[in-house]
């Protein structure tokens, strides 16, 4: 059975979902999974679709980030489509659903669901636009994406609903812990994205019971071939 993950909003947090996204890879089955995602939690599950080093590209975002004085928009744009292949495309298409907001005619939100795309430029830029908070992700109120007006998912308010009729699990930022609206504000304070990656990884290890009630837990010797895979690689 289909069994769906969603990750919900979280602006500059998305560090925390790579901790979170860098267990499932080692210890979960994921080819029967869908994903949704909302803003920032676009990023874990399009990376565990495209099978990539969760640690390798997080430890790659870094040195992206670092000092680098872009709009956020533009670094996420220029990252994803510097990072991704067209396989990749491939590999998300049916198997992500990213939500986000389209402004109609009246500036009223409505909810946008994508899940398919053309090549890793269309991907990119989705994403960009997935994650786009009106004058903080860019000095402006909204972007542009297949000639709509968008701006973050958040604003759709269905960052934690399920997509499909599939047994689900959500993963939000404050799910184990507070955390304040203010920690999702994007920033490039390295010490601190880095805090957060471990902190995803020690709460997804400490709630591991709750995870493995939706999703398959690897066996031991599946998990150590996947580690040779990847280190080949």
Known sequence: MTKEVIFSYCGGMFSYYFGIASVLQEKYDLSDVVFSATSG???????????????????????????????????????????????????NNGKLIVKFTKLNDYLLPEKVLVKKWDNKEDLAKCISAACFVPL?????????????????GFFSNTSVSPVTDNKNIVFR?????????????????IPWLKSMFELGILDANKHKNEIDSVLTPLKENDSENGDKIQQEQ
Not at 136 to 146: A, E, F, Q
Request: glycine share 4%; proline share 2%.
């Open 41 to 91: 939690g676009s990023f874990a599950p399009l990376l565990l679709n495209s099978k990539k080093d969760i640690k390798q590209v997080f430890s790659d975002i870094i040195d992206f980030i670092d000092g680098n004085e872009d709009s956020w928009e533009d670094i996420i744009y220029n990252f994803l489509k510097q990072e991704l292949t067209e396989e990749d495309v491939k590999n």
């Open 136 to 152: 903080i992700s860019g000095n402006k109120l909204y972007t542009k994406y297949r000639g709509s007006n968008i701006i973050d």
């Open 173 to 189: 930022v404050d799910k184990w812990r507070f955390m304040s609206y203010a920690s999702m504000i994007p920033t490039n304070d």
